[in-house]
């Protein structure tokens, strides 16, 4: 959809942009169908999209033959999506917050959204502690956050995050994009961020809920040696520690 649709589309009905959710509207179709390429997902796929909006990346979802489950927690953006796409039989919507409603949408295979900012973080960290995880994500996200997902150790974006969803998934940044390519534009960049999850998991639906409690200790007081925030024998700090020593130390203890 280009940003001349979005305005008509809001205007028909009446709406605008909700700074409070977070609402930036994809609005160049190139890299709508960048991103539904990059989920690599089999035709008739099940994917879950957090945050449709207008459907800018939903229609090119069901273009590619994929049954959309759509989590929308605006009432007015809902009802405009029920009423253009609701009599396609592959589109479901979901209305509701996906914070909470997320759990309740497994198992799926392929989750795909451009996030609202101010919840991708706790929304992935509640997707990593579920006791089913998606092949592939492929979502778009905010540039600081993209490089927090993807961080090496020893830097500071390195966090308790980081080594959740690594320890899980292969990710990627895949392209950086700017503020041009949303309606209303925001203040930052953005990224196109993609997750596919490790074949070989070490990490159990039980442990990576405890896991991710351990990291948050650790990382909560970063500066703090390891021995005295969560009791083991080692005088490194958080950000010391690569993925594979994190799970190690975890699994072996």
Not at 195 to 201: G, M, N, Q
């Amino acid at each position: 959809m280009t940003r001349e649709e979005i305005k008509r589309l809001l205007e028909q009905d009446s709406l605008r942009p909700l700074k409070s959710l977070g609402q930036n509207f994809l609005c160049e179709p190139s890299l709508a169908r960048f991103i539904v390429n990059a989920l690599e997902a089999p035709e008739g796929a099940d994917v879950l999209e957090v945050g449709p909006g207008l459907g800018s990346l939903t229609l090119p979802l069901l273009e590619k033959g994929y049954a959309v489950t759509a989590i929308e927690l605006d009432k007015g953006l809902g009802d405009n999506l029920e009423k253009r796409l609701g009599p396609n039989p592959n589109f479901t919507l979901v209305r509701g917050d996906a914070l909470k409603l997320y759990q309740s949408r497994l198992p799926v295979d392929y989750f795909a959204g451009n996030l609202p900012y101010n919840i991708s973080t706790p929304l992935i960290a509640e997707l990593l502690q579920q006791e089913h995880l998606p092949k592939t994500m492929v979502i778009v996200l905010q540039w600081e956050t993209g490089q927090r997902f993807a961080a090496e150790m020893n830097t500071k974006n390195y966090g308790a995050i980081t080594v959740l969803l690594q320890a899980c998934y292969e990710v990627e940044n895949l392209r950086k994009v700017g503020p041009t390519v949303f309606h209303p534009e925001p203040n930052v960049d953005s990224v196109i961020f993609r997750a596919k999850r490790h074949e070989d998991l070490r990490l159990t639906f039980d442990q990576r809920q405890t896991f991710y409690a351990t990291l948050r200790k650790a990382f909560t007081q970063r500066r703090k040696k390891l021995r005295n925030t969560i009791g083991i024998d080692s005088d490194l700090r958080p950000e010391h520690l690569s993925v594979q020593e994190w799970v190690r130390l975890f699994t072996d203890s």
